[in-house]
């Protein structure tokens, strides 16, 4: 079945690194993919999203890349501070379902100072 | 801003009792969604709502039922509530064709 998975469920990096969050996905026909960012007792906040026309977006210190050959989408957070420190989940569009999302098991990042 | 607002961040519930979780959105977006967040798992799918008075099932509906009479509200109810029912849920909304979500704060649910 559709499913959409990250690498690794959590990533420890020094403040000021860039960090790079992986996830994989496995319907080669999706054709929308976002990243959502959970901090500690909140609920999931859209960071950005990328459509299957597109091999990178970026936002403020964001950058998506997609391949679609590989069927691999990355995050990349430049400077990382100690406010990024949440789980982050990738989704891509559920076929069949109007604009419901699959969502990928999250990542926890955590950034030390 | 969207905003999404969940009944309750907090509930104590007993097994076999009927338990209603309330989302309301001010976007008078079209589309809401209800998922549960368990460690390991992510988010998975209960319900969603394309409409008032429309829904469909999700990935786990067994042991749900929903309700949408109104436009901004869509609630979610655990119609006999099970240990195993004990989870995070989160509501969202997003508007027409529009793929991206919006959620709420969340609701921590804990059925002894």
């Known amino acids: 079945g559709e499913s959409v998975g990250l690498h690794l469920p959590t990533l420890s990096v020094q403040e000021g690194d860039n960090s790079i969050i992986n996830c994989a996905y496995s319907?080669?026909?999706?054709?929308?993919f976002i990243w959502y960012k959970q901090e500690s007792g909140k609920g999931p906040q859209f960071i950005i999203d990328i459509r299957s026309n597109m091999d990178k977006r970026q936002g403020q210190r964001v950058t998506v890349l997609l391949n679609k050959t590989v069927k691999h989408l990355s995050l990349q957070i430049a400077a990382t501070q100690p406010g990024d420190s949440a789980v982050y989940f990738c989704a891509e569009n559920r076929w069949g379902a109007g604009t419901a999302l699959i969502f990928g098991k999250g990542t926890t990042l955590s950034v030390s100072s | 801003d969207v905003k999404v607002t969940q009944s309750s961040r907090y509930l104590v519930k007993r097994t076999g009792e009927k338990v209603f979780l309330e989302c309301v959105q001010d976007?008078?977006?079209?589309?809401m969604f209800w998922y549960r967040q368990d460690p390991g798992l992510g988010l998975r799918l209960i319900y969603f709502?394309?409409?008032?008075?429309?829904?469909e099932k999700g990935d786990i509906p067994e042991g749900y039922s929903v309700s949408r009479e109104k436009k901004e509200r869509f609630s979610l109810i655990l119609e006999s509530a099970s240990t195993n029912q004990t989870s995070m849920y989160l509501c969202?909304?997003?508007?027409?064709?529009?793929?991206?979500?919006?959620f709420g704060p969340g609701t921590r649910l804990l059925v002894l």
């Open positions: 976007m008078d977006h079209e589309n």
């Open positions: 969202a909304s997003s508007a027409g064709d529009s793929k991206t979500q919006y």
């Open positions: 709502s394309y409409d008032v008075k429309m829904k």
């Open positions: 319907n080669s026909a999706s054709d929308y």
